[in-house]
């Protein structure tokens, strides 16, 4: 399922009849139609209303099974499901975290995850049990991405197909703020 289908998939269970545009950084919602858009966006780093649009960085990857998928269900909880910094704050958010990424929300200053550590934010509308998208960060060697400190970013479905990966610029931009190895963490 492409990131324009995931979209519309959640647009169609959305009680508004349009889906969030799924990044903490985003402008307001807009009305459907916008899909393109967005994927647009998501790949290259821009935003939709920004002038001049950057061009695409690369075309997105055919979607596939993501290798930490079957993992998934060993990740241990890290924060209480509370409302997401991601998708305009729309949705509701629980961080999971596999055992390389132990520290995290606790982290400080001078703490830098190794390569391995996993976080990822599964994303649920308000009072459903079922998320409908999957945010995740996989720490990677040295040299992967040194200018966002070699974090590789993944949209997945929650099936655990990735949809998009790689050093995507919108998630770098945001994530370079972040105080900790380009991690938000604490208690929300």
Request: hydrophobic fraction near 40%.
């Amino acid at each position: 399922m492409s990131l324009t289908s995931a979209v519309l998939a959640t647009a169609a269970r959305s009680p508004s009849g349009w889906a969030p545009l799924p990044l903490g950084c985003a402008p307001p919602p807009r009305p459907p139609g916008h899909a393109a858009e967005t994927t647009a966006w998501i790949e290259g780093g821009s935003s939709p209303i920004a002038e001049p649009r950057a061009p695409a960085a690369a075309p997105a990857a055919s979607p596939a099974a993501w290798e930490l998928a079957p993992q998934l269900a060993s990740f241990k909880r890290a924060t209480d499901r509370a409302r997401s910094q991601h998708f305009t704050g729309e949705l509701e958010g629980e961080v999971r975290i596999n055992a390389a990424a132990s520290p995290y929300p606790v982290l400080g200053p001078d703490h830098v995850l190794l390569p391995g550590a996993a976080v990822v934010e599964l994303h649920y509308p308000a009072g459903s049990t079922e998320p409908v998208t999957l945010l995740a960060m996989v720490k990677r060697p040295a040299g992967y991405d040194p200018d966002g400190g070699d974090w590789e970013y993944v949209i997945l479905t929650p099936q655990g197909t990735s949809t998009h990966r790689g050093a995507l610029p919108l998630c770098k931009r945001c994530h370079a703020d972040a105080p900790h190895d380009h991690l938000f963490g604490g208690p929300r």
